[in-house]
């Protein structure tokens, strides 16, 4: 067997090698999973649900049922309403959901539809005895990445059912594409603050259930579309990440806002932002904007999370120190990575998004004050042109989802699985990120992965660090 | 039952008790949340295994990235397979065309990876836009001259099933390319085997023992220079019916060549496959060979699955698999060890397919036409299953309502085929249903 060719000169591609990213209607799917009771349904051919059900099947080990309105030859010439309208008497029938989210594809977008037009005009022809809500998201893959289909699609429920109110004692909490056991430990902070936390979106049930007696068509949980129409009336959002906003319209040169900057512009609730909270500088950012929205101090369960972290970082230091990283996966988790890895003196040679936003390189000159110069930044990266800079550049450790594993393989170095997708392993739905909890669990993996592949490569095999 | 689509009755058909015979080859109903993939999936699973060819594929992102290294088909020489190319069309490829790129995309990577062979597949908004995929395709092929075949795969252009048309089309174009082989006698290719955990190592091991020569596999282990000489084989022997029939019928037609339908799963039928491939060469030779090999397997195989089938008997299993012809292999492989099937469904079977199975099952049998995630999970509550056979998209269904499963898509890692198969899918059963976790469920 011959190893996967790698080309050796440099040379630049045009076409996509080994691609670092998703499709924008995977992270529409992602988000949709998150509100409760809703069904996605996919505008386009049958492949992309079933594409994209069995690349979230492989992570989250979860049944994950999205509707396709199955295009034909006929559809692509005449248009989509016909098959919506059989997709959505079809799932309303199968799944009885209090909400269907429709997320358009290259396709549907290429050949002009307009869903929401397409939802009128199906609302008066079919009659049914109660319709569930229904909303639309424009999610072309040939525009950006799925994390702008996920930001997209929280940015078009909150258009479209949240209700200017009088200001309520809530917060909205937009934690990004992040793990089911990261929102989970977020909401438990929120409560542990007191704080009446609307999560959007709460895929932490629906993406990680528990197992089940009787068979559930629709999973629980999920954001409550009645929490939603509330998000108007919060007096503060916090959005975790630095890489939310969405092109107004779905179109390339639209206005860019984020789901917050939205809710503060047009409900007048106040914007707290924070980079994704992994390493102590961001938790601790993070935490005092707790502190600040909740009026109450940290509370003491986590001051000693800090303090076990710090205490781990002293223990593990020395197994980290100067070690050269390669990052890559979203803009956002990349990010959140890399001002952790650098507060723990570990060196991130490359930090490498498929997307392209154009604020990467920017963004972690801000939050890496130690090694921003070193790291070279690659934004429309792709696997393979990762995979022929680690090889000059000799990491000691991969950090990132599954895809990159034949990287480390390639160079015998350890890996450490973050993020999504996680296809090769069991837990990539538990895999907890966030806050100083979240940051112990990395600090430890990291090191121990250090460690162990030093014990595995030694002579002896010896009994202590 | 709880609901399900009405629309849908007439794929569904439970032996003894339903009075129309099972609807198939439909496409499928739109909000059925069908486990079927698209066009572009059914080529792109067939070809996938050609390990020294480039595999381009001409659209937007999500194709090439949902598709990357998805099959466990292993090859033993070149991976360059396993290299996902994209021309990941963006916004102003899609406003202006594609050709540009696809153009430039194709003659740098064919230029930096030199393969023997390039497949270019058509995603659905290339046709939309208007690229001329073809045109490109004879433009570098002239420039770089290598062979570059177009797969026109259109996602929405059909089912799954006319993706493994669009593969066969392109395959034909490849083969018979080359004429200056002279293939030794008994030579046979084997179409509609994919390699998965080496499974084709294993079958050319069997064929090899018993005299007959395999000149190609299409498309398990696949190399471009083999495919090319495939129209000297006397016989085709076609596995995974679905995939390769249209390519076994072109080269009927175009060469002469006949085909037969096997299935290398379970014991019965690997040994047919043999019997049938012997007695078509009309060898005394080699079918006393074929028969001392399917003796000398059996002799170590049937006490070794003893124990399982002790452990296993009277157990109930759901089987919803691609293919419907691998379905009535594995319900026979399953009475091997004790285990009879109460569901039985296929993506993409045939009237014929169905009707075998019909005839092989038991009364009360539910037989399933394109299933989703609510009939299935449906089926297997009603008929107390203990064990159910499928891929990525079914497992969760299993494992959430505490029933065993088995993996017997693409991305298996264990071999299933062949005598040794049989062996490894007993073991994994049984693994599975005998398991002390479900215990807890209860």
């Known amino acids: 067997m011959e190893p996967i060719p790698m080309i050796k000169d440099k040379r630049s591609f045009v076409s996509t090698r080994n691609a670092c990213k998703l499709c924008s209607p995977l992270g529409a799917s992602v988000a949709l999973k998150g509100i409760e009771g809703c069904v996605p349904v996919i505008h386009g051919s049958q492949g992309c649900a079933t594409y994209i059900r069995r690349y979230m099947i492989s992570h989250y080990k979860e049944p994950v049922d999205i509707a396709s309105s199955n295009f034909s030859e006929e559809t692509t010439i005449f248009g989509g309403v016909q098959n919506l309208k059989i997709a959505l008497k079809n799932v309303i029938n199968q799944y009885r959901p209090q909400a269907i989210g429709i997320a358009t594809t290259c396709l549907s977008e290429t050949i002009g539809e307009d869903v929401n037009l397409l939802l009128h005009q199906i609302k008066s022809e079919l009659h049914e005895a109660s319709w569930p809500a229904l909303f639309s998201v424009s999610t072309p893959s040939y525009q950006g990445t799925h994390m702008d289909g996920f930001h997209a699609t929280v940015f078009e429920v909150l258009k479209h059912f949240t209700l200017k109110m009088d200001k309520l004692d809530k917060i909205n909490l937009f934690p990004g594409f992040v793990s089911p056991a990261d929102i989970r430990h977020l909401k438990e902070i929120c409560s542990d603050f007191g704080l009446d936390a609307t999560v959007l979106p709460d895929y932490s049930t629906a993406l990680d259930n528990p197992v089940w007696n009787h068979y559930h068509r629709i999973p629980q949980g999920g954001t409550p579309l009645n929490e939603v129409k509330t998000c108007g009336g919060a007096y503060a959002s916090l959005e975790l990440g630095a890489f939310c906003e969405v092109r107004q319209g779905g179109k390339s040169d639209g206005e860019t806002v984020s789901p917050a900057m939205w809710l503060e512009k047009e409900h007048d609730v106040q914007r707290f932002a924070s980079i994704l909270p992994i390493g102590v500088n961001s938790c601790d950012a993070f935490f005092d904007k707790l502190q600040k929205l909740s009026g109450k101090a940290l509370p003491e369960k986590y001051e000693d999370e800090r303090g076990r972290l710090l205490d781990a970082y002293a223990d593990g230091h020395k197994y980290v120190f100067g070690k050269k990283a390669v990052v890559y996966g979203e803009e956002d988790f990349v990010l959140g990575l890399c001002s952790f890895l650098d507060e723990i003196g570990i060196q991130v040679v490359v930090a490498a998004s498929g997307a392209n936003t154009g604020k990467l390189q920017q963004k972690i000159k801000e939050h890496c004050p130690v090694h921003a110069d070193t790291i070279k930044v690659m934004s429309d990266a792709d696997f393979e042109v990762i995979n022929e800079i680690s090889h000059d550049l000799k990491p000691d450790i991969i950090i990132g989802n599954s895809k990159g594993y034949y990287i480390a393989r390639n160079l015998d170095i350890p890996m450490v699985r973050v993020g999504f997708p996680i296809h090769d392993r069991l837990g990539g739905q538990r895999i907890l990120h966030l806050g100083y909890r979240g940051t112990q669990n990395l600090f430890d993996t990291i090191a121990n992965a250090l460690i162990d592949y030093k014990q595995s490569h030694s002579p002896i095999g010896y009994k202590y660090m | ?442």
């Open chain 2, 1 to 442: 039952m709880e609901r399900l689509i009405k629309e849908r009755t007439k794929q569904i058909h439970t032996i003894g008790t339903t009075a129309h015979e099972l609807d198939c080859e439909k496409k499928s109903l739109a909000g059925s949340v069908s486990q079927r993939a698209c066009v572009f999936c059914g080529s792109r699973v067939v070809l996938y295994p050609i390990a020294d060819a480039l595999h381009l594929i001409h659209g937007p992102i999500g194709c090439a990235a949902y598709t990357w290294d998805i099959r466990g088909a292993l090859s033993s020489g070149p991976q360059l397979h396993r290299l996902s190319f994209s021309t990941d069309l963006r916004e102003k490829d899609v406003v202006f065309g594609g050709e540009p790129k696809l153009y430039k995309a194709l003659t740098e990577l064919i230029e930096a990876y030199q393969p023997k062979a390039a497949f270019v597949y058509s995603t659905c908004i290339v046709g939309v836009i208007g690229d001329d995929v073809e045109a490109i395709c004879r433009q570098v092929s002239k420039e770089q001259n290598i062979q570059v075949l177009p797969v026109m795969a259109e996602g929405f252009k059909g089912t799954k099933k006319d993706g493994y048309k669009a593969a066969c089309d392109a395959l034909s174009l490849l083969v018979g390319t080359d004429n200056t082989y002279e293939a030794p006698p008994f030579s046979i290719n084997i179409l509609g085997d994919f390699n998965l955990a080496g499974e084709l190592w294993m079958l050319k091991d069997y064929y090899s023992k018993i005299g007959v020569n395999i000149i190609t596999c299409l498309t398990g282990d696949g190399r471009v220079d083999e495919i090319r000489k495939a129209h000297k084989a006397s016989l085709n022997v076609v596995q995974c019916s679905g995939s390769m029939m249209h390519l076994a019928r072109e080269m009927k037609d175009k060469y002469g060549i006949p085909f037969k339908k096997v299935s290398y799963f379970g014991i019965e039928d690997m040994a047919d496959a043999l019997y049938e491939v012997a007695s078509f060469f009309k060898s005394d030779e080699l079918m006393d060979k074929a028969r001392q090999l399917v003796g000398d397997e059996l002799s170590e195989l049937l006490p070794a699955l003893a124990p399982f089938k002790l452990k296993l008997q009277g157990k109930k299993a759901a089987i919803y698999v691609g293919g419907a012809f691998k379905a009535i292999s594995l319900v026979k492989a399953l009475r091997l060890i004790g285990m009879e099937t109460a569901v039985v469904g296929s993506q993409t079977g045939n009237r014929d397919d169905y009707m075998l199975l019909k005839k092989l099952c038991d009364e009360g049998t539910v037989i399933v036409d394109d299933s989703n995630p609510n009939e299935l999970s449906e089926f297997v509550k009603e008929k107390g299953v203990n064990l159910f056979i499928g891929g990525v998209k079914e497992r969760p269904i299993a494992y959430k309502l505490g029933i065993g499963f088995c993996d017997h898509n693409h991305e298996r890692k264990e071999a299933l085929a062949g005598f040794e198969g049989m062996l490894n899918f007993a073991h994994e059963v049984c693994a599975s249903v005998t398991s002390p976790v479900w215990k807890f469920f209860k």
